[in-house]
């Protein structure tokens, strides 16, 4: 793993620097696009916006935006912890582009956050996004590395309620195994070069 220093998520810099990269979001989404869940977008969609930097919010992402370092803290006092937002590079691989945002990272405790705010009811978030964001989850450990991480958790507000679901690294290894994630991640990657390509004429210069 290695740590990128002053990038913070919703960046100008941080838009620029994911542009070329595969982050959480993109692996939950090619696990979507493989049938392991329901996605937001198809992969192409996804790969399109992120190229072509023409992703829009809505009232339910500004939201989260808003909520994030809010719930943060929260779960900081909850679990007696000391989360920061982290951005990390994956060094399991050659290709340096595989990266995760990070919501949250105590490495001292051994624990990743990532922190949701949805306005399902719980089993309709459960049934479905939950479901996606196992694979987001699945992405950010890996990047960290297993040997630095014990726990894993989803913590939020869903409908209003907070909501919280731990995963042991073990439970997430048995749901995908790292070399079959890497295999997904260089598979990923290829279709991101491929796309890029088409829509820019050539590689991303920020690569």
């Known amino acids: 793993m290695r740590l990128i220093p002053d990038l913070h998520q919703g960046s100008k810099e941080w838009?620029?620097?994911?542009?070329?990269?595969?982050?959480?979001?993109?692996?939950?989404t090619l696990c979507a696009q493989k049938g392991l869940s329901k996605g937001f977008s198809s992969l192409k969609q996804s790969i399109k916006e992120k190229v072509l930097q023409i992703k829009k919010t809505n009232i339910y992402m500004d939201y989260g935006t808003k909520m994030e370092p809010i719930l943060r803290q929260q779960a900081n006092l909850y679990y007696n912890m000391n989360f920061v937002d982290a951005q990390v590079e994956c060094d399991k691989s050659d290709d340096t582009r595989i990266m995760a945002s990070l919501d949250g990272l105590d490495l001292d405790a051994r624990t990743i956050l990532e922190i949701k705010t949805s306005s399902k009811e719980i089993d309709a978030w459960l049934s479905t996004s939950y479901i996606f964001y196992q694979y987001?989850?699945?992405?950010?450990?890996?990047?960290?590395?297993?040997?630095?991480?014990?726990?894993?958790?989803?913590?939020?507000?869903?409908?209003?309620?907070?909501?919280?679901?731990?995963?042991?690294?073990?439970?997430?290894?048995?749901?995908?195994?790292?070399?079959?994630?890497?295999?997904?991640?260089?598979?990923y990657l290829d279709i991101l070069d491929d796309m890029t390509n088409k829509l820019l004429g050539g590689k991303n210069e920020n690569a």
């Open 136 to 187: 987001q989850l699945i992405h950010q450990m890996y990047c960290v590395g297993v040997e630095h991480i014990d726990t894993i958790i989803l913590y939020g507000e869903i409908s209003g309620k907070i909501c919280e679901i731990q995963h042991s690294t073990q439970e997430l290894i048995d749901l995908m195994s790292e070399d079959v994630w890497l295999s997904y991640c260089h598979e």
């Open 15 to 28: 838009l620029l620097y994911r542009q070329p990269r595969m982050g959480a979001t993109d692996f939950a």
